[in-house]
């Protein structure tokens, strides 16, 4: 159960609308379980086909939530760009250095508000792209439970399918995503200093910066960590453990978690 | 993929749609709930779309010999006896059940939803429109009537054939696709004009033949700039409305907007005056995107006005700041912690993206190379039984699997490859086994990375007999 506590825990710290968005992983358990357990029936190639159907059946339900929800994000998330660099340009054209009105103050303000913005903005999109992932990795592990404990074949051909799904192609996502780093030099002012020195001095400051999306991130850098830190049925399908420096550090971010109450 | 519902489901919904009248003038009373189902209803103003829904419904519970009868809309439903005499006596007491289960049935749709929806046998209405509604609400899991169904045993009497069951599976997957068409296209008929619903029967007989040629188009569907669902293969058809605001028409596929679509969209906007004058009808025609529909632009263009809304008071403020301004120095200090604490956020974003592109890619991999070694086995299972007589023809098979790795897990290898061999006639089997092994010797490849190597396959040749179970993957009997 471990990866559906992960997921619990990963779902509780994400956004409120996000909530019931995410893979209903217990549930399916639930059902692979009672399908292997429920006893052979003289037909029993009918019942088992039954039974297989219905639960192709659910998980494409969720598949479809996936991508409804995705896709919806996905808008969202092209017409924020679109907004946020017209914003910029607005922003520089007019009080930039070159600017029609230019004025240092009013132009570090305002790009300070885009700053936050725009921060934001990426958080939300990287969000997206974990969601993404940790839904197909949930279908991914409960396929095989299902073929473990039924002895079916679903897996293969129907994860195969998965990945041809909107939900997953997180391509363009990625790119906005990268998009928005381009940006951030043009909106943070030049910084040398390490990563280390830098959260010793925005450790107290960590509130200030949109507590509810910081968060989530930390929480969902660390859920993947852990999912793939090792699991008891390696197999050629699981995932190498992840390598990423300063974990440490980010492990210190992990923010005593008090569920907001939307 | 089929995607077929069975009794168990139902059943799930038994105790909710039981009590249904499925039979006679319901909108009116549904119309007047204030949950999401009655406001769809009450769009059809006159009951018949509705009454043709539920009888739907009903009719496909009721009567599962039904479900070949019609050839262009598939039915895939299967039901237990008990299950089936229930309803045919509920449907008999519609009016009186009617306002306590109209609740019932926006927790039901979830669950229940569905299935319902590709009922089709008795009436001409497709069950498009308010199927997607109730796809709606299924968007997500509603728990309750989950734990209703569990209750249930699984294992329930068939009263369909096998072969009807194959049939309707495979048009469960063409029904897919048409119910996209015709959603689309019953939108169109919604709102454009008013609900005529007396001529909505009529309609939809009429057009259902149409409609079938197009179902051929509808996988090759993917054009660059714009993807409507569904994806690239035919019977991939997730044509499931937006669970979008109740105000909206029920059922559209969904839009995928990319940038550039979006850029021709903004463009086609300032042309027309800015986002408050420009109207949707006007901003369709300018965008001359094909497959965009006139709900797209409306509901894209509701999103673009909000997200402009925001930047603009925001430029509002800052004039009256510019003269409020003093301070600065304090305001410097917290600016820069501010900086700082967005500074790292966005190292933690970006370290968290970095991770998620290399799992997906990873993932990618992993699959192809299972999908990969997958059809090698069934190729090599097709081509002959004969393996321990010739393994001459099996070096000839490239693999993926370094010859060290394969001695590592030889044994492991010989159970399973032994299985393969063993188990080749018998289908569910042999391809069970071969992704047993497939999945192993993946394992082993992972591991050494190594080169391709023909060599590897040697050790599945001299498969002993040895124990099946001593793999964990190996297939449960049961």
């Given at each position: 159960m471990k990866f559906g506590k992960r997921l619990k825990k990963q779902i509780m710290e994400s956004l409120p609308e996000w909530r019931d968005k995410f893979l209903s992983y217990k549930e399916l358990k639930k059902l692979?379980?009672?399908?292997?357990?429920?006893?052979?029936?003289?037909?029993?190639?009918?019942?088992?086909?039954?039974?297989?159907?219905?639960?192709?059946?659910?998980?494409?339900?969720?598949?479809?939530?996936?991508?409804?929800?995705?896709?919806?994000?996905?808008?969202?998330?092209?017409?924020?760009?679109?907004?946020?660099?017209?914003?910029?340009?607005?922003?520089?054209?007019?009080?930039?250095?070159?600017?029609?009105?230019?004025?240092?103050?009013?132009?570090?303000?305002?790009?300070?508000?885009?700053?936050?913005?725009?921060?934001?903005?990426?958080?939300?999109?990287?969000?997206?792209?974990?969601?993404?992932?940790?839904?197909?990795?949930?279908?991914?592990?409960?396929?095989?439970?299902?073929?473990?404990?039924?002895?079916?074949?679903?897996?293969?051909?129907f994860i195969q399918k998965v990945l041809e799904q909107p939900f997953y192609a997180t391509d363009q996502i990625s790119k906005l995503v990268k998009k928005c780093e381009g940006m951030m030099d043009v909106v943070f002012p030049a910084a040398e200093e390490e990563l280390a020195e830098r959260a010793r001095e925005a450790r107290d400051a960590i509130t200030v910066a949109g507590e509810g999306i910081f968060r989530n991130t930390v929480a969902a850098l660390l859920t993947i960590q852990e999912i793939r830190a090792g699991s008891s049925t390696q197999s050629a399908f699981s995932l190498p453990p992840l390598n990423m420096p300063d974990s440490h550090l980010i492990q210190a971010f992990q923010l005593n978690s008090t569920i907001p109450t939307n | 993929m089929a995607a077929r519902t069975t009794s168990s489901i139902e059943r799930s919904s038994t105790k909710q749609l039981n009590n249904i009248g499925l039979s006679g003038p319901l909108p009116s009373s549904l119309s007047v709930r204030p949950t999401p189902i009655g406001e769809t209803f009450a769009k059809f103003s006159d009951s018949q779309p509705a009454v043709m829904a539920k009888e739907l419904m009903a009719g496909s519970?009721?009567?599962?010999?039904?479900?070949?009868?019609?050839?262009?809309?598939?039915?895939?439903?299967?039901?237990?006896?008990?299950?089936?005499?229930?309803?045919?006596?509920?449907?008999?007491?519609?009016?009186?059940?009617?306002s306590t289960n109209a609740h019932s049935i926006s927790q039901s749709s979830n669950m229940a939803s569905l299935p319902f929806s590709y009922s089709s046998n008795s009436g001409p209405l497709p069950s498009s429109t308010p199927n997607n509604y109730f796809k709606e609400n299924s968007a997500s899991w509603n728990i309750e009537p989950l734990s209703n169904f569990l209750d249930f045993p699984v294992n329930t009497t068939i009263e369909n054939s096998p072969a009807e069951n194959s049939a309707c599976t495979v048009m469960a997957s063409e029904e897919y696709c048409k119910r996209n068409e015709w959603q689309e296209w019953a939108d169109q008929l919604i709102s454009e004009d008013d609900p005529l619903t007396s001529n909505w029967n009529d309609?939809?007989?009429?057009?259902?033949?149409?409609?079938?040629?197009?179902?051929?188009?509808?996988p090759g569907n993917q054009s660059q700039g714009q993807q409507l669902l569904p994806a690239s293969s035919g019977d991939n058809c997730f044509g499931a409305p937006p669970a979008?605001?109740?105000?909206?028409?029920?059922?559209?596929?969904?839009?995928?907007?990319?940038?550039?679509?979006?850029?021709?969209?903004?463009?086609?906007?300032?042309?027309?005056?800015?986002?408050?004058?420009?109207?949707?009808?006007?901003?369709?025609?300018?965008?001359?995107?094909?497959?965009?529909?006139?709900?797209?632009?409306?509901?894209?263009?509701?999103?673009?006005?909000?997200?402009?809304?925001?930047?603009?008071?925001?430029?509002?403020?800052?004039?009256?700041?510019?003269?409020?301004?003093?301070?600065?120095?304090?305001?410097?200090?917290?600016?820069?912690?501010?900086?700082?604490?967005?500074?790292?956020?966005?190292?933690v974003q970006k370290r968290l993206h970095e991770q998620l592109e290399i799992q997906r890619n990873l993932q990618l991999r992993i699959e192809e190379q299972g999908r990969y070694l997958q059809m090698m086995f069934e190729k090599q299972c097709k081509s002959g039984t004969d393996k321990k007589a010739s393994p001459a023809s099996a070096t000839e098979k490239p693999s993926g699997v370094s010859s060290d790795a394969i001695k590592d897990c030889a044994a492991k290898g010989e159970v399973e490859a032994s299985q393969v061999e063993g188990d080749c006639k018998s289908g569910r089997d042999q391809a069970n086994n071969s992704t047993a092994v497939e999945e192993r010797s993946l394992e082993v490849g992972m591991k050494n990375d190594g080169p391709e190597n023909q060599a590897s396959e040697n050790p599945r040749q001299q498969a002993g007999e040895e124990s099946a179970p001593a793999s964990k993957r190996q297939r449960t009997d049961e």
């Amino acid at each position: 159960m471990k990866f559906g506590k992960r997921l619990k825990k990963q779902i509780m710290e994400s956004l409120p609308e996000w909530r019931d968005k995410f893979l209903s992983y217990k549930e399916l358990k639930k059902l692979v379980r009672l399908i292997s357990e429920a006893p052979p029936l003289p037909d029993g190639e009918r019942e088992y086909g039954k039974a297989e159907a219905e639960f192709v059946y659910l998980l494409n339900n969720e598949i479809d939530k996936f991508n409804n929800f995705f896709m919806e994000q996905e808008e969202d998330f092209v017409i924020r760009h679109e907004a946020l660099e017209e914003k910029m340009k607005e922003v520089r054209e007019r009080w930039g250095p070159n600017g029609s009105e230019a004025s240092e103050a009013n132009y570090r303000e305002e790009i300070a508000k885009i700053r936050k913005d725009m921060v934001d903005f990426h958080g939300e999109m990287v969000l997206l792209v974990n969601y993404s992932s940790i839904n197909y990795t949930g279908l991914a592990k409960i396929l095989k439970k299902y073929d473990k404990r039924t002895g079916g074949l679903l897996r293969l051909p129907f994860i195969q399918k998965v990945l041809e799904q909107p939900f997953y192609a997180t391509d363009q996502i990625s790119k906005l995503v990268k998009k928005c780093e381009g940006m951030m030099d043009v909106v943070f002012p030049a910084a040398e200093e390490e990563l280390a020195e830098r959260a010793r001095e925005a450790r107290d400051a960590i509130t200030v910066a949109g507590e509810g999306i910081f968060r989530n991130t930390v929480a969902a850098l660390l859920t993947i960590q852990e999912i793939r830190a090792g699991s008891s049925t390696q197999s050629a399908f699981s995932l190498p453990p992840l390598n990423m420096p300063d974990s440490h550090l980010i492990q210190a971010f992990q923010l005593n978690s008090t569920i907001p109450t939307n | 993929m089929a995607a077929r519902t069975t009794s168990s489901i139902e059943r799930s919904s038994t105790k909710q749609l039981n009590n249904i009248g499925l039979s006679g003038p319901l909108p009116s009373s549904l119309s007047v709930r204030p949950t999401p189902i009655g406001e769809t209803f009450a769009k059809f103003s006159d009951s018949q779309p509705a009454v043709m829904a539920k009888e739907l419904m009903a009719g496909s519970i009721t009567q599962p010999s039904h479900l070949n009868s019609s050839g262009a809309i598939g039915h895939i439903f299967s039901s237990s006896p008990g299950y089936s005499t229930d309803l045919h006596h509920s449907s008999l007491l519609p009016h009186e059940k009617h306002s306590t289960n109209a609740h019932s049935i926006s927790q039901s749709s979830n669950m229940a939803s569905l299935p319902f929806s590709y009922s089709s046998n008795s009436g001409p209405l497709p069950s498009s429109t308010p199927n997607n509604y109730f796809k709606e609400n299924s968007a997500s899991w509603n728990i309750e009537p989950l734990s209703n169904f569990l209750d249930f045993p699984v294992n329930t009497t068939i009263e369909n054939s096998p072969a009807e069951n194959s049939a309707c599976t495979v048009m469960a997957s063409e029904e897919y696709c048409k119910r996209n068409e015709w959603q689309e296209w019953a939108d169109q008929l919604i709102s454009e004009d008013d609900p005529l619903t007396s001529n909505w029967n009529d309609l939809l007989t009429d057009n259902i033949q149409d409609l079938e040629p197009k179902v051929s188009h509808v996988p090759g569907n993917q054009s660059q700039g714009q993807q409507l669902l569904p994806a690239s293969s035919g019977d991939n058809c997730f044509g499931a409305p937006p669970a979008s605001s109740a105000s909206s028409a029920p059922a559209k596929p969904r839009m995928r907007w990319t940038p550039e679509l979006h850029e021709a969209f903004v463009e086609a906007v300032n042309k027309l005056g800015g986002s408050e004058r420009a109207t949707p009808k006007g901003v369709l025609k300018l965008m001359k995107v094909e497959g965009l529909t006139i709900y797209h632009v409306k509901s894209h263009l509701q999103k673009y006005r909000t997200a402009r809304y925001r930047p603009e008071p925001s430029e509002g403020s800052s004039e009256k700041r510019l003269t409020i301004e003093d301070m600065p120095p304090l305001d410097l200090k917290t600016g820069i912690e501010i900086t700082e604490a967005l500074r790292l956020q966005m190292e933690v974003q970006k370290r968290l993206h970095e991770q998620l592109e290399i799992q997906r890619n990873l993932q990618l991999r992993i699959e192809e190379q299972g999908r990969y070694l997958q059809m090698m086995f069934e190729k090599q299972c097709k081509s002959g039984t004969d393996k321990k007589a010739s393994p001459a023809s099996a070096t000839e098979k490239p693999s993926g699997v370094s010859s060290d790795a394969i001695k590592d897990c030889a044994a492991k290898g010989e159970v399973e490859a032994s299985q393969v061999e063993g188990d080749c006639k018998s289908g569910r089997d042999q391809a069970n086994n071969s992704t047993a092994v497939e999945e192993r010797s993946l394992e082993v490849g992972m591991k050494n990375d190594g080169p391709e190597n023909q060599a590897s396959e040697n050790p599945r040749q001299q498969a002993g007999e040895e124990s099946a179970p001593a793999s964990k993957r190996q297939r449960t009997d049961e």
